[in-house]
């Protein structure tokens, strides 16, 4: 080997093996250093998300863009070829006007479609682990089996029973109003409907804008519509009907666009027109769910029972935050122990538990079993000391103490004679710890004796197999 230690091993190089295990062996200046994650980026519903988050849209927006260009292309027309020709002849107001008109339907559109409608965050493993187990004590139903949770739950609201349903993809109940939208993929509060031609969900917190987007369209679209036929009829006086229709054909493209445009404007503005003055929504109106053909006690229990406070709440109250937060970080996962519910605690989790833990081995085999062939790699032998023994209650296998030999057979232990022939042994004959059987029944019920160390090597084999049998019962 040359001076120095050189030689072929100083050539070799190891790579760090890198793993992504946060284990609490791992030294934290091995980890790597990962770049803090916004919550939009990991967003569970199919929504599209721009400008680092602050925009929020649905994941179809072609029809959207289609609203945009009719708009665009209708207004910009408009401005073109007959404000010129209306300012001079009628007034200079026509442009202020349409102008105001054009600057708030877009400033409204833009506000409902991309914004937060109301969407309700989803349950976390822990809290749909913690739901699922109220749901299950609250039923009756045993841990063993599997039971999906009901589907609704019922509450009252102003003297109206209303009935809440429970989600499965968002592991929650549903608050009143609320739906979960098939194509957002989100539970929305106070649900609406699906706009494809504004690009996003209607519910609670854009819905006073998507109102008065279609509002306020629907005068854009009248105005438009009004001021291209009395520019026709101003030229048609001039120059003839036929002259003015060539000399002007944006006119002509105008009058057909909104022609076609301003019914279904007119008549959904007067549809919600009528919801927000009996404060239903539309998935409530198309559904029927306050109905006078449900029954004459079937009532709207959300209505203040006046048209203008009805309004008043819709389109002057305050907007309620957003509960998704999408711009806030991604906090690291740290493992918080889940809160008993009802008053009771999770398995496992408090100190009296463990203590009640059973000592009982969950062996499979056969009897006949010696303390060699007991003792398992990795697991501690038959000299470990032997836990308290709770009967009928399970204990996990990974905090069970195994059975002590020499303790189980020197403590105290009831006296069976006739042993040999048993299938199973009762609760009653299981050898128990000497503090379980102080002051109950049990010990009083049964002889007690104290084995001597020549009695040891007899009852070990019948002591272990009647354990082993046990616990496979």
């Known amino acids: 080997m040359p001076p120095g230690g050189g030689g072929p091993m100083k050539d070799c190089e190891y790579s760090q093996i890198s793993t992504h295990s946060s284990s609490p062996m791992e030294s934290p200046h091995k980890k790597k250093k990962i770049a803090a994650r916004r919550k939009w980026e990991v967003f569970p519903g199919r929504n599209k998300f721009f400008c680092n988050g602050r925009i929020m849209m649905a994941r179809q927006t072609g029809v959207f863009y289609l609203t945009l260009i009719l708009i665009l292309v209708t207004s910009g027309l408009f401005f073109a070829f007959d404000c ?77 029973t209303v009935k809440l349903k429970y989600c499965f993809t968002c592991k929650i109940f549903r608050p009143p ?33 998507f109102y008065m987007f279609i509002l306020s369209l629907s005068f854009l679209t009248v105005f438009i519509f009004a001021f291209v036929i ?25 009058a057909v666009v909104c022609f076609f445009s301003v019914w279904s404007i007119v008549g959904l503005s007067g549809f919600h027109t009528y919801l927000i003055s009996s404060n239903q929504t539309t998935n409530e109106d198309i559904k029927g769910s306050w109905s006078n053909k449900r029954g004459k006690e079937n009532y709207n229990p959300y209505s203040y029972g006046n048209i203008f406070t009805n309004c008043c709440v819709a389109l002057c109250g305050p907007i309620s935050p957003s509960l998704i937060d999408r711009r806030g970080y991604i906090q690291p996962d740290t493992p918080q122990p889940a809160a008993p519910s009802d008053g009771i605690a999770a398995y496992g989790a408090t100190q009296s538990q463990s203590d009640m833990a059973a000592a009982t081995p969950l062996l499979q085999s056969e009897p006949s079993l010696t303390s060699d062939e007991l003792h398992l790699p990795g697991k501690p032998g038959l000299g470990t000391p032997c836990a308290s023994l709770t009967l009928g209650q399970p204990t996990p296998p990974s905090s069970m103490p195994n059975l002590t030999a020499e303790a189980a057979l020197t403590d105290v232990l009831p006296l069976k004679e006739e042993h040999v022939g048993h299938q199973f042994l009762t609760p009653e004959e299981a050898p128990s710890p000497p503090r379980m059987l102080a002051g109950s029944p049990l010990a009083h019920s049964r002889t007690m004796h104290v084995l001597g160390l020549a009695s040891q090597d007899s009852l070990h084999e019948d002591s272990v197999r009647g354990l082993v049998k046990l616990s496979s019962v």
């Open 230 to 254: 009395t520019h026709v009829i101003l030229r048609s006086q001039q120059t003839g009907f036929l002259n003015a229709l060539k000399d002007s054909p944006a006119t002509v493209l105008e």
């Open 177 to 209: 109003r609320a739906s979960h939208c098939s194509l957002c993929d989100n539970c929305v509060e106070r649900f609406d409907h699906h706009c494809p031609w504004v690009g996003n969900c209607v519910g609670k917190r854009n819905y006073r804008f």
């Open 84 to 160: 010129p020709y209306l300012a001079v002849k009628i007034t200079p107001a026509i442009p202020v006007v349409g102008g105001i008109l054009f600057f708030f339907v877009m400033g409204t559109l833009l506000r409902t479609s991309f914004s937060d409608p109301g969407v309700l965050p989803r349950a976390t493993p822990d809290e749909a682990a913690d739901l699922e187990r109220q749901i299950d004590i609250a039923n009756g139903t045993s841990s063993g089996g599997y039971r999906p949770p009901p589907r609704t739950k019922e509450v009252i609201i102003n003297g109206q």
